[in-house]
């Protein structure tokens, strides 16, 4: 897999009227744009295409979804597993989830 993109994600704005995550000391972002997407940018298939991995679970949900999550590259293999994680700061408005691509 993809194993710079393991890490924290912190919620750090809006993309098409979804939570935005930005990885922590990264380059990761988890986002939604037709389907939730998470990726650093890289274009590993070009200009266009799709990112690292994406995932067709809780398209109707603003919350990014657990599961579900693949890779249109060989070398994104496997895919990610995320988890909720509490902060520490008590608020549900600032979220945080913790991918894991192995």
């Known amino acids: 897999g993809v194993s710079h993109l393991d890490g924290i994600y912190s919620r750090a704005g809006e993309r098409a009227e979804r ?16 389907t939730w997407c998470l990726g650093d940018d ?3 298939g070009g200009p ?3 990112p690292w ?5 809780n398209l109707a949900s603003c919350d990014p979804p657990i599961g579900g999550w693949s890779s249109a590259y ?3 293999d496997p895919a990610p597993t995320l988890w909720k994680v509490i902060d520490g700061s008590g608020s549900g408005d600032n979220s945080c989830l913790r ?3 192995l």
Not at 19 to 34: A, H, I, N, S
Request: no cysteine; glycine share 16%; charged share 15%.
């Open 42 to 44: 890289s274009m590993p």
């Open 19 to 34: 939570p935005l995550y930005q990885q922590r000391g990264g380059r990761g972002v988890l986002y939604f744009e037709l």
């Open 53 to 57: 991995y994406q995932s067709l679970d």
């Open 48 to 50: 266009g295409s799709a």
């Open 74 to 76: 060989i070398a994104g």
């Open 99 to 101: 991918a894991r691509v």
